[in-house]
């Protein structure tokens, strides 16, 4: 069974730019959820999908948002893009919704970094 | 490959010997544990988790401890190999979403 996917793996992208990151969930999950993982503030929880619709979101600004699509797959964007968004951004997919005991997977990431 | 948080906390084992990573976790509601290994470049791996009425689980050369009187879980890994070598992270599920831990970078030499 093919794990989570996340495309692409790297970027490099500009101040003022936006970007969008790809997510597949392990076949038969329907919650993706996003992290952003920095040296400075580790891993924190960006916001959760599940059937299309957002179900919980962490505390990023609004540049940063997602979206769901009918078979699972997520993607999510960061517009306007800051020196400090450089990071790492994981993909996590379960089978339900919330983290309470329900296992969560997580994708390989996609390095992003603003120059 | 690359790697994140470069100034963690680093436990050094002997290969052989067995490991216990320490977490002090934040919220006294939360109720489900996990601990991830994360290996250079790629995505946290899930290794074990606990609920909150339990205080002990066991897995493959793993166990969790959960001590909710002080906050406190703790991973121990028996005979400790070269391949554990990673950053391992807490997490707990507050608000139904996971709160990391900041992790500890576990190397292992021969």
Known sequence: ?115 | GESVGLHLPTLSVQEGDNSIINCAYSNSASDYFIWYKQESGKGPQFIIDIRSNMDKRQGQRVTVLLNKTVKHLSLQIAATQPGDSAVYFCAENAADKLIFGTGTRLQVFP
């Open chain 1, 1 to 115: 069974k093919a794990g989570v996917t996340q495309t692409p793996r790297y970027l490099i992208k500009t101040r003022g730019q936006q970007v969008t990151l790809s997510c597949s969930p392990i076949s038969g999950h329907r919650s993706v959820s996003w992290y952003q993982q920095t040296p400075g503030q580790g891993l924190q929880f960006l916001f959760e999908y599940f059937s299309e619709t957002q179900r919980n979101k962490g505390n990023f600004p609004g540049r940063f948002s997602g979206r769901q699509f009918s078979n699972s797959r997520s993607e999510m964007n960061v517009s306007t893009l800051e020196l400090g968004d450089s990071a790492l951004y994981l993909c996590a997919s379960s089978l339900g919704i919330g983290a309470s005991g329900n296992t969560i997977y997580f994708g390989e990431g996609s390095w992003l970094t603003v120059v």
